[in-house]
C-alpha cells in the first residue's frame, strides 16, 4: 500500500469534481499546448461511477504560473513520474490531446521501462502517431508575441477578448511558447512497445492530423488499437466533449479485468 501522496504529487495532479470515493480504474488527463488542468474541468459528470479522473497541472500555468514552464519533455517526465507514482497503486489510463497525447505516451513507455507499469489504455487524441510526428523545426515555433496570439487563435480554443487583453497575452505567452518548443523538439527514440489497448481520436477537420496519422498508433502497442474521428476542427474536445467522453467511457469499463 502506498501512503497519502505527497505535497510533490498534489502539485501535479488536480482531482476532476465528480466521483469522489476510491473506484476500480483512475483516469490522468494530460492538456493540450498552453492549456491547464481546468480544460478537464466538466469531464467528471460525464464519466461512470467507476472511474476516478485526475488532470494533470504542468507546469507554468494556472495556478502553478509561478513555476517555469518546461520546454524539454525529459525534464518534464522527469518530475512528473515520481509525482504520479503514489496514484498508480490501482489499474489506471491515460488520456493526451496534442502536446499531451506525446507526454502520456512517454510517459507510459518510461513506466514501463523503468517501474514495469503500464495503463489498462491510452487515449491518444489529436496527435499524430509519433514516428511520424509532424516534423517543425524550432525555427517554425520561433514567433512574436502577436504570431502566437494568431497561432492561439486558430486553435480556435481561447476566447477572443483574452486574446485581445495585453495583460492576459503577457500572462500566457511565455508557457505556450515553452510548450510548442517541446512539441517542436520532440523526437520519438525507438525501443520496447506497450502492450496496452490504444484509442486514438481526432477531427475530421483537423487541418494537422488526419485518420491515416492516427492508424500509425498500431504499431507502437502490441495491443489492440482503435480509430475514431469526430466533427470538429484541432480541438473537438472540448467542441464535442460529451460524445467524446462517452467514447472515453466504451474504452474504459472493461479494460484491466
Known amino acids: 500500500m502506498h501512503s497519502a501522496p505527497p505535497q510533490t504529487a498534489q502539485s501535479w495532479v488536480r482531482p476532476i469534481p465528480g466521483r469522489t470515493e476510491p473506484s476500480a480504474l483512475r483516469l490522468f488527463c494530460f492538456p493540450y499546448a498552453g492549456a491547464g488542468a481546468s480544460v478537464f474541468r466538466e ?3 460525464d464519466l461512470p461511477e467507476s472511474i476516478q479522473a485526475f488532470a494533470v497541472q504542468l507546469p507554468g500555468r494556472e495556478d502553478r504560473f509561478f ?3 518546461i520546454a524539454d519533455l525529459d ?5 512528473l513520474l515520481p509525482a504520479l507514482l503514489p496514484y498508480l497503486d490501482r489499474p489506471f489510463a491515460f488520456f493526451g490531446h496534442s502536446m499531451g497525447a506525446i507526454v502520456s505516451w512517454e510517459l507510459s513507455r518510461r513506466l514501463q521501462r523503468e517501474q514495469g507499469l503500464e495503463p489498462v489504455r491510452v487515449i491518444v487524441s489529436g496527435c499524430r502517431a509519433l514516428p511520424a510526428h509532424e516534423s517543425r523545426k524550432l525555427s517554425d515555433f520561433d514567433l512574436s508575441d502577436e504570431e502566437l496570439i494568431n497561432e492561439l487563435r486558430r ?3 481561447t476566447p477572443e477578448e483574452l486574446l485581445q487583453n495585453p495583460d492576459f497575452a503577457a500572462f500566457i505567452l511565455p508557457t505556450f511558447r515553452a510548450d510548442l518548443s517541446l512539441f517542436a523538439g520532440y523526437v520519438y527514440r525507438p525501443g520496447e512497445l506497450l502492450s496496452c489497448p490504444v484509442s486514438a481520436f481526432g477531427g475530421d ?3 494537422r492530423v488526419a485518420e ?3 492508424k500509425g498508433w498500431a504499431e507502437l502497442t502490441t495491443g489492440p488499437t482503435e480509430v475514431e474521428v469526430f466533427p470538429g476542427s484541432h480541438l473537438f474536445l472540448n467542441e464535442e466533449r460529451k460524445a467524446v467522453l462517452r467514447s ?3 474504452a474504459l469499463p472493461t479494460v484491466g479485468h
Open 43 to 45: 469531464w467528471g459528470a
Open 67 to 69: 513555476d517555469p514552464a
Open 75 to 79: 525534464k518534464l517526465l522527469d518530475g
Open 155 to 157: 486553435l480556435n480554443g
Open 205 to 207: 477537420a483537423d487541418p
Open 212 to 214: 491515416e496519422h492516427l
Open 248 to 250: 472515453v467511457s466504451r
